[in-house]
Antibody
């Protein structure tokens, strides 16, 4: 059974750097094709894809946020970390960690429960 | 940048067929997938690769994709299907989501 769980701060101040950790189980990020990504959803709004990292360390970023994002993996710890710089109140959202079975699958089959991050001064 | 467009809301009577569409330039040349999200819950994948259902998803959910439009069809809609539905596709190695459609069953 695949599970993913997000962790990180719930409250951020503007200009700070957000660090979110996705701890997963039930699969290995060293398995060919597998990926882990991040998606966010502001309150009452649509889903927005942020970043994705594959088993071979191939990384993909949202073009509109690429300059602010860094995604990394620690295969030995079964963790993926997302960093987002220069946080702003518009970044207030629920952040989800997601599993991708492979590039061919073109979808995210398992989602974490999400973690709410509020940005406020 | 690539955009996927969905109608904000769709209504359907119980037992009837609901159709939720997602439009994008040459979307039929890409794989489309669909997520269901109920209030306070994480999204759930209901259709991937245009028309495939993940394990555990009822047969009443089906999908198609041709031309510029992908369609999620729910046959025999039930009250439990009331939710927000999001389409998603890949373009130029990046992921794109539609704006979501709220399905009301009344």
């Amino acid at each position: 059974q695949i599970t993913l769980k997000e962790s990180g701060p719930t409250l951020m101040r503007p200009t700070q750097t957000l660090t979110l950790t996705c701890t997963f189980s039930g699969f290995s990020l060293s398995t060919s094709g597998v990926g882990v990504g991040w998606i966010r959803q502001p309150p009452g709004k649509a889903l927005e894809w942020l970043a994705l990292i594959y088993w071979d360390d191939d990384k993909r970023y949202s073009p509109s946020l690429k300059s602010r994002l860094t995604i990394t993996k620690d295969t030995s710890k079964n963790q993926v970390v997302l960093k987002m710089t220069n946080m702003d109140p518009v970044d207030t959202a629920t952040y989800y960690c997601v599993h991708s079975p492979g590039r061919y699958y073109n979808a995210f089959d398992i989602w974490g429960q999400g973690t709410m991050v509020t940005v406020s001064s | 940048s690539y955009e996927l467009t969905q109608a904000p809301s769709v209504s359907v009577s119980p037992g009837q067929t609901a159709s939720i569409t997602c439009s994008g330039d040459k979307l039929g040349n890409k794989y489309a997938c669909w997520y269901q999200q109920k209030p306070g819950q994480s999204p759930v994948l209901v259709i991937y690769q245009n028309n495939k259902r993940p394990s555990g998803i009822p047969e009443r959910f089906s999908g198609s994709n041709s031309g510029n439009t992908a369609t999620l069809t729910i046959s025999g809609t039930q009250a439990m299907d009331e939710a927000d539905y999001y389409c998603q596709a890949w373009d130029s190695s990046t992921v794109v989501f539609g704006g979501g459609t709220k399905l009301t069953v009344l």
